[in-house]
């Protein structure tokens, strides 16, 4: 698919130009590559974002099950007393 865009500074397009050179590719490819990786890195970020929220929660999980076990043994440690 193509995408074309118009009006870019040409001050712009000379530094694209100088970075595309210095890596040895075309304009086209340099922009290519770059769209891409910006994507990949958008979504890869999502995910890691999404990831933390999931382990935030099972921390939380995770301390509530340490509380009620905690109770649960001080309450079989009393009967066990008695």
Do not use: C
């Amino acid at each position: 698919m193509d995408i074309m865009i118009r009006n870019v500074d040409p001050m712009v397009v000379k530094t694209i130009d100088e970075k595309a050179k210095k890596m040895k590719q075309s304009r086209q490819v340099f922009l290519k590559n770059m769209i891409e990786n910006y994507v990949m890195m958008q979504e890869l970020n999502e995910r890691e974002t999404e990831l933390k929220t999931t382990l935030e929660k099972n921390t939380e999980m995770l301390m509530m099950v340490g509380d009620h076990l905690r109770r649960h043994e001080e309450l079989f440690d009393a009967l066990l007393d008695e």
